[in-house]
């Protein structure tokens, strides 16, 4: 989140959500999160309306805060130079986004104590909001008051893989270059895996796609990175971006590899393919060029690259890989169809791709090992 502001990220994402929400110029103010929590709304049972319990009681969002207390916390900001992680803008921007906004950002109805404990958060009013202008408005029938007119008045967006990657990605992809050097836990952006891995408070419109949300995931990481690196230029997130890079290419889904600005590039892609229907078939055929692609593990692979490097950028690429055969795994499963790789060869998978920091010729040689004993499971004889 933006340092100062509980309702923007800080990336180029802020950009381009300013145009899809259509801001009002009055910004709607936050409510606390109680104002959702009466059993008529989304404190009750029913769907869509346990919301707020799953959110309280399930969520890590809920927790986000409690993260700045423990000791890997105080031994980072201590190689940071920060006294309290639990006060530092540096960290509370992503784990407690509303701990050191402006007071006026929050409506003249919400108690002190509600604006301290909105600081322990990841509050409904950062994935959704500030509710005061639209709160009674997103009862009424859609015939009646259309998404379109929410979003005018601050309710933002989530139903595509876009509008989600674009809410998400800042505070789970990209670190600063001093949180970097602190070895501040990485960051992979992966949005299908994130949603799956979050408890469900909302329920998935029809068309819903495992293989399209990554897809669109991968392409906003990208963006955001390659804006981050414009900012701070830094050689281990530079081999982050050609790997990331390499895997939409390998998708065959017409990744446009060219000389242009590649955060616009990105950005693009993502909202094309979050337009696009996204088929069984469709997300087979790119499971399929996943496992048998092994150009970004070849000699020449990667020479954009120092070579110091070139281990990194395939390290990244591996991990990315795996999370993608993990994803496209799942979407090409149906009711009477099993998932053609078992969970057995995704984690085997998974543990052969990290850490890309310790990747060597012999990790790529027991990572292509275990792929290859993947795509011979997987891939039908030709």
């Known amino acids: 989140m933006r340092l100062g502001s509980p309702l923007l990220v800080v990336s180029v994402a802020a950009l381009f959500l300013r145009v899809v929400l259509a801001e009002p110029e009055a910004p709607s103010k936050v409510l606390a999160p109680q104002s959702c929590s009466t059993s008529g709304c989304h404190g009750g049972a029913g769907l869509n309306r346990g919301a707020y319990l799953i959110w309280r009681d399930y969520d890590p969002h809920h927790n986000s805060a409690a993260t700045l207390d423990n000791g890997q916390s105080r031994a980072l900001a201590g190689r940071l130079g920060i006294a309290d992680a639990a006060q530092s803008s540096s960290c509370t921007a992503c784990h407690a986004p509303m701990r050191q906004v402006d007071p006026a950002v929050f409506a003249s109805t919400v108690k002190e104590q509600d604006k301290l404990d909105c600081g322990k958060h990841v509050s409904c009013a950062n994935c959704h909001g500030g ?18 007119a929410l979003a005018r008045l601050g309710m933002r967006p989530l139903e595509t893989a876009y509008e989600r990657a674009n809410n998400c990605v800042a505070c789970h992809q990209n670190l600063a270059n001093n949180l970097l050097e602190a070895n ?29 949300t990554w897809l669109v995931g991968q392409a906003v990481a990208l963006r955001e990175a390659a804006a981050q690196d414009r900012r701070e230029p830094a050689e281990r997130r530079r081999a982050e971006i050609v790997a990331i890079q390499a895997l939409l290419q390998a998708t065959g889904t017409n990744w446009p590899d060219s000389p242009e600005d590649l955060v616009r590039r990105a950005d693009e892609y993502a909202k094309r393919i979050s337009s696009e229907p996204m088929s069984v078939e469709k997300e087979r055929a790119i499971l399929e060029k996943l496992l048998n692609d092994r150009t970004p593990f070849q000699p020449a692979a990667f020479g954009e690259v120092t070579p110091e490097i070139r281990f990194l ?16 795994n799942e979407s090409t499963a149906g009711p009477k169809k099993p998932r053609p790789i078992t969970d057995g060869a995704i984690e085997g ?7 890309p920091r310790s990747f060597d010729q012999a990790a790529i040689d027991r990572f292509l090992q275990k792929l290859d004993s993947v795509a011979a499971a997987a891939l039908p004889e030709k």
């Open 184 to 212: 501040h836990p990485p960051l992979v952006f992966e949005l299908d895996g994130l949603l799956v891995a979050q408890p469900k408070h909302w329920q998935e419109a029809d068309g819903f796609s495992h293989g399209r």
């Open 349 to 355: 998978l998974f543990a052969a791709a990290k850490p």
């Open 131 to 148: 509710a005061e202008n639209w709160l009674l408005s997103h009862t009424r029938p859609r015939s009646e008051f259309p998404k379109d």
């Open 313 to 328: 950028a395939i390290g990244h690429y591996a991990e990315r890989l795996a999370l993608a055969i993990d994803r496209l």
